[in-house]
C-alpha cells in the first residue's frame, strides 16, 4: 500500500507564498508523474501542475508564473511553490502520483493525497 501526505497548507495574505510538499510512503518501486490538483468550494477538481518522470512540466494558465513544481526525491515527494497568491487561489490542495510497487512493478496506479487547505484572504 500507498499513502500520500500533504502538508504546508495554511492561510496568507494576497501576495504571500506558500510551500506544499507531499511525501510518499509504503512498498515504492517506482514514480510516473507526479500532479497538483485544486478544488474550490463549488467547483470541480482542477489539475494546475505536473511534473512528468523525465522532468518536463506543465502548468495550467490560472497558476503559470506564479507556481513552480518539483520532485523532492529524497522525500520520495513533490513539492508546490506558490508565489504572489490571489483570493482566487483559495482551495484545498491535493497531489497524486502514479506509482508502481514492489509487489506489481509494471503497473502504474494512482494515489491521492487527502488534502491540505490553502486561503489567500485579506
Known amino acids: 500500500q500507498v499513502q500520500l501526505v500533504e502538508s504546508g497548507g495554511g492561510s496568507v495574505q494576497p501576495g504571500g507564498s506558500l510551500k506544499l510538499s507531499c511525501a510518499a510512503s509504503?512498498?515504492?518501486?517506482?514514480?510516473?508523474?507526479m500532479r497538483w490538483h485544486r478544488q474550490a468550494p463549488g467547483k470541480e477538481r482542477e489539475l494546475i501542475a505536473d511534473?512528468?518522470?523525465?522532468?518536463?512540466?506543465n502548468y495550467a494558465n490560472s497558476v503559470k508564473g506564479r507556481f513552480t513544481i518539483s520532485r523532492a526525491n529524497a522525500e520520495n515527494g513533490v513539492l508546490l511553490q506558490m508565489n504572489n497568491l490571489k483570493t482566487e487561489d483559495t482551495a484545498v490542495y491535493y497531489c497524486?502520483?502514479?506509482?508502481?510497487?514492489?509487489?506489481?512493478?509494471?503497473?502504474?496506479?494512482?494515489?491521492w493525497g487527502q488534502g491540505t487547505q490553502v486561503t489567500v484572504s485579506s
Open positions: 509504503g512498498s515504492i518501486d517506482s514514480f510516473g508523474a
Open positions: 511534473i512528468l518522470s523525465g522532468g518536463q512540466t
Open positions: 497524486s502520483m502514479l506509482v508502481s510497487t514492489s509487489a506489481y512493478p509494471l503497473d502504474l496506479s494512482v494515489y
